[in-house]
């Protein structure tokens, strides 16, 4: 059997880690092609229902990145989302979600090398981890994962 | 409790109020009912006691209420709270309840505005008790998995009725995000996801905002403990940022403010 390669969604502020992630593909470094990237106006933006949405439509893992604290476009998303994932961590804790499958990190369109370590890193972090079995899929999603198998 | 009943009496001969909002009995020995008195005769039908435990300030947004006049409401502790948290996001006007409350002793007390509520609440103790501290610690101790499949099972036996939302005096949204259809951003079913989904979108849009009255719970007819969900995020909320929800009129919500040096010691 082929070794797992689990499903990484990542969601990400247009104006810092995009273009990072833009600028580790123009500078040639090779990562982990196991990353959807799911671009955003910014972290802000970033509704906690949609990481619930991610897992259940078959994500392993998920990334959450955005611009370093002081950077936001619109001066203080970053802040707010900073506040949001500090409670919704503490509840997907509480409910017995696994914290590693749950990944936060700053980085600038200047760290293109930094995104690629994120994404290798959490990439081989969640392939021990394995497929999130546990969490209740979609049944669309429930297929799809059975075509990929 | 005769002082209950006279003073809400007394109210509404006066003209103060146009209505008070209290408890009566219900359709058996175990249970209060909510009671929306507007005449001097009924207030001798009011009681207060410990089977009154709804949180009846979730009344006074709703239109018939708010057109009916000035308000006198029976609070417990919890209740005087929501009133401080409603005056927090600018949903009532500082002069448009009477509050009614009634210590755990008995004794009542006016209190004819909110600033007054607000020196009542800061007397009042607050926090879990220690059933709910020792069922929190319980849930926190479990192993990561077993923890997930004992919440799997407990928010399985959700059907999605929304008593615990109909009761929460703070899920006051006049169109809530789940019933928006169109795109369908929580699903309707009562499957595991969206039972997931559900509960977590509740506990997350009263995060730092929650008073800490238990009546979701307490409403829900599978009787599920969704109300820790609440009670460990304001938890969370004091101990991350130092804002706890009903404690002052003033604007002071956990997610709707930030600190540049919140701690961050979670992200890369």
Known sequence: ?149 | MDTLQTFASAKLAAGEVKIVIGYQAGSDATRARPAFVSDTAEAASLIYDDRCRQNLAVYLLKPEVRAAGRAAVVCGPATLRTLLQYAAENRIAADAVVAIAVDADGTVTELADLEAVETHVARQPRGLTPEQQAEIDRIDALPLGERWQWWSRELGRCFKCYACRAACPLCYCSRCITDVNQPQWIPVAADPLGNLEWNVVRAMHLAGRCVDCGSCAEACPQGIRIDLLNRVLAREAVVDFGVAAGVSRRKDYALASFKPDDKEEFIR
């Open chain 1, 1 to 149: 059997m082929a070794e797992f390669e689990p499903k990484i969604v990542a969601f990400v502020c247009n104006w810092c880690t995009y273009a990072g992630a833009d600028l580790t593909g123009t500078s040639r470094i090779k990562y982990s092609p196991n990353v959807r990237m799911i671009r955003l106006p910014c972290t802000g933006r970033i509704d906690f229902m949609l990481l619930l949405q991610a897992f259940g439509q078959g994500a392993d893992g998920i990334v959450v990145s955005g611009c370093h604290p002081g950077d936001c476009h619109y001066t203080s998303g970053n802040f707010h989302a900073r506040r949001r994932w500090m409670l919704f961590r503490r509840l997907l804790e509480f409910l017995g979600v696994d914290l590693r499958r749950v990944h936060f990190a700053w980085v600038s369109a200047a760290e293109g090398a930094k995104w690629a370590e994120l994404v290798n890193q959490v990439v081989e972090d969640v392939r021990k981890l394995g497929p999130y079995r546990e969490f209740p899929r979609r049944l669309a999603a429930a297929d799809s994962r059975a075509e990929v198998a």
